[in-house]
């Protein structure tokens, strides 16, 4: 069974054909082109122009890359929620084109879900915790009682936003992350920042703030460095709760943050410690793409999942837990 997933909730139009054989995930193409803001943050009508300046090209080379006729497609996949409003309508308005032109069935994704879904199908993990670590996002997700839980979050900007954020400060452009990084290498002094971590959950914007107030005074290097030891220490002590409290020995990181060496070093350290299993996605879909919105809209139509086209009105606040997952026992 072959699916094209498009995946839209941000800055990323991605398209990925995938096809399902033997329940095992078969990538057969996966194309993305992303928005980058000339200045500022990302402006969601111009991200959304982005999208559909470059949609029905890539829908089109991806169908050529996978080597398939167009008629062999049998079903269509869509990021319906969470996301920013005008990029969820360009993916859905052009998934909604597909399948009533092509006369196939239609299934509106949760993108968490699909983040976690990739990582179990493409990683030998089967149960995992899941540290979901993106620009909008930051949850620790695991499965419990029929439904992916949200065992903590932020409480208020996404870890990826508030590096973006942190490297606007300082001239960085989007994506400040990976830049971030490397600046972070070269840092050896820590300072201490506003640990905050609240019950389950976290809360990054104190933190940003005491970063910009430190630019007057330290070394940018040893800014990056202290925001990032902070920033996963954090996470690290709320994923690891959740694993306890879960009893599950698996971690799975994914998110475009989950790229960062130094995130997946200390996530790796925890793991290991309590005999657990570390387990991330390659870097390609680590980040939004189209496969992993394939590959879950595949489980659910399996499992009998299919939207009308009235029902594919986008989520924009689509909550993980809202999700009923008839695809796992
Ligand atoms: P996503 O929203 O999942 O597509 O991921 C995009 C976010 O990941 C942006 O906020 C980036 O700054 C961040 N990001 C990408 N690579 C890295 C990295 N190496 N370290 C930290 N953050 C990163
Ligand atoms: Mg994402």
Known sequence: MICLGIEGT???ISVGIVDKVDEKCKILSHISRTYKPEGGGIHPR?????HAKHIPSIIEESIEKANIDVKEIDMIGFSIGPGLGPCLRTAATSARTLALLLKKPIVGVNHCIAHLEIGRALTKCNDPVLLYVSGGNTQVIAFMRGRYRVFGETLDIGIGNCLD???REIGLSFPA???IEKLAKKGNKYISLPYSVK???VSFSGILTACIHLLKKERIEDICYS???TCFSMLAEVTERAMAHTEKEEVLLSGGVACN???KEIIKKMAQERNAKFFSPPNELLVDNGVMIAWTALLMYASGIEHKIEETNIKQNYRTDEVEIKWRN
């Open 10 to 12: 941000a800055h990323t």
């Open 46 to 50: 111009e991200a959304a122009n982005h």
């Open 165 to 167: 954020k942190f490297g």
């Open 177 to 179: 992350g990976p830049k």
């Open 199 to 201: 019950g389950m959950d």
């Open 227 to 229: 925001l990032q030891e």
């Open 261 to 263: 060496e130094r995130l």
